[in-house]
């Protein structure tokens, strides 16, 4: 009897995947996920790309069904365990913020890419106003009660990663993380919120029109080549 594997989604993840087509040059036949968590977005990234991807964390909170697509597996981000040149594209989705030194994290991502590779990360928005809006796990009161928390960082001048706050980075700081690493770096945030929100896309235009996106976008996307 032929066994019948679950077709896993999730929007987000899949409008992403939308963009990384339409942006990459070449078959991505290798996809590293730095920051796993379950796995899903490595299994969707499998799934819909057609690749061979490996999803590593520093938590084993991998499920099974994801485990179905993608190989998951414990893993340190500034010290990867693969070879130079593995992969032809790296993936870190609201990751680089959570890691002690992100420079060190680029590096290692520069390092298991082969020439030519291409890169997504994505990070919270640290000039953003308000977030978690969009979650569809949070409750109203926690929504409420998590941007209170940064709002205190904030005033208090300890909204940053390194002091404990879920601050992320602004633009102009995670682009130029980037380009100590990658010749090739591309802001694809307001290509993201386009593409996520295209019923609300004449708002979304407003928002970019007016240069209101640092404010109101909750986070960053860059993609990028090696």
């Not at 298991?112 to 106003?129: D, K, Y």
Request: net charge positive.
């Amino acid at each position: 009897m032929t066994r019948v594997m679950p077709t896993l989604r999730d929007y987000k993840t899949e409008k992403v995947v939308k963009l990384i087509q339409g942006y990459s040059r070449q078959k991505v036949n290798d996809l590293l996920v730095v920051g796993c968590g379950t796995g899903l977005e490595a299994a969707i990234l499998a799934q819909q790309l057609g690749s061979r991807v490996v999803g590593i964390d520093v938590v084993d909170n991998f499920s099974p069904e994801s485990a179905q697509y993608a190989h998951l597996q414990l893993g340190d981000a500034m010290a990867l365990e693969f070879a130079d040149s593995s992969y032809d594209f790296v993936y870190s989705y609201h990751t680089l913020e959570h890691i002690q030194d992100p420079f060190l994290a680029l590096k290692e991502i520069r390092r298991v890419l082969r020439e030519g590779g291409e890169f997504w990360i994505g990070t919270p928005n640290r000039r953003r106003l308000l977030a978690y809006i969009g979650s569809k796990t949070a409750t109203i009161k926690q929504k409420i009660w998590w941007n209170l928390v940064d709002w205190r960082a904030k005033l208090t001048g300890r909204f940053r990663n390194e002091l404990g706050a879920h601050a992320g980075f602004s633009s102009s700081e995670l682009e130029s993380m980037l380009r100590q690493f990658f010749p090739q770096v591309d802001n694809m945030t307001n290509s993201y919120y386009e593409e996520i929100y295209k019923d609300r896309l004449q708002l979304v235009k407003t928002i970019e029109k007016f240069y209101l996106s640092s404010l109101l976008f909750p986070a960053l996307y860059f993609a990028g080549r090696k």
